[in-house]
């Protein structure tokens, strides 16, 4: 049963352009999502965190956005650049019980120049 | 600061063996947790030690433990392994406040033959 859910495995964008990376849970006791950015053969950093008392947080050419009633998170990266390439994993984590982060599958991002 | 380092980066191993992964964490660090990355089912969370201390398990089989020294430095052993554990297997490290700290590893890429 996935609690974090990418329906998407890749994405296609040209350099420039607007990426979104959409990310739906089930869980209504999480409260702390984040956006992880993983390269082949590195382990995956951190990319921007919201927590539930806000519905938007931006920064630089990342904003993350979360609509609470609809379970939904979404990553804008604008302007998309070839060096985003890579895959992109949505997290979420229930912080009242000290939950472990659950991860989505992953979505690639190709940006082509 | 330096980073979180697993060791090895790459095994091969055959069906049956057992098999030890070494972490450590970013210095100062005291929890670490331990994922592991499949292309089916993205980044799933195998347990998480604070203080020499198991504090959060998930749910893989028995055959998957771990431990934590007193320095902070983890290792996770898989026994009598099976051609399903080929995976990367990811560490990461925080200083206790939270899963949301977390920094990841390079992963050890486990090949079982």
């Known amino acids: 049963d996935q609690q974090v859910k990418q329906n998407s495995p890749s994405l296609s964008v040209q350099e420039g352009r607007i990426s979104i990376l959409n990310c739906d849970y089930t869980?209504?006791?999480?409260?702390?999502f984040l956006w992880y950015k993983k390269y082949p053969a590195e382990g995956p950093t951190f990319l921007i965190s919201?927590?539930?008392?806000?519905d938007k947080n931006e920064d630089g050419r990342f904003t993350v956005f979360l609509n609470k009633s609809a379970k939904h998170l979404s990553l804008h990266i604008v302007p998309s650049q070839p060096g985003d390439s890579a895959v992109y994993f949505c997290?979420?984590?229930?912080?009242?019980?000290?939950?472990?982060?659950?991860f989505g599958k992953g979505t690639r991002l190709s940006v082509i120049a | 600061k330096a980073g979180v380092t697993q060791t090895p980066r790459y095994l091969i191993k055959t069906r049956g063996q057992q098999v030890t992964l070494s972490c450590s964490p970013i210095?100062?660090?005291?929890?670490v947790s331990w994922y592991q990355q499949t292309p089916g089912q993205g980044l799933q969370f195998l347990f998480e030690?604070?203080?020499?201390?198991?504090?959060n398990k998930g749910n893989f089989p028995g055959r998957f433990s771990g431990r934590q020294f007193s320095n902070s430095r983890s290792e996770m052993n898989v026994s009598t392994l099976e051609l399903g554990d080929s995976a990367l297997y990811l560490c990461?490290?925080?200083?206790?406040?939270?899963?949301?700290?977390?920094?990841f590893g390079p992963g050890t890429r486990l090949t079982v033959t």
């Open positions: 990461a490290s925080s200083s206790g406040g939270g899963y949301y700290e977390q920094y």
């Open positions: 869980n209504s006791m999480f409260d702390y």
């Open positions: 919201i927590s539930s008392i806000k």
């Open positions: 997290a979420a984590s229930a912080t009242s019980g000290n939950t472990p982060l659950v």
């Open positions: 210095s100062g660090h005291r929890s």
């Open positions: 030690y604070f203080s020499e201390t198991q504090r």
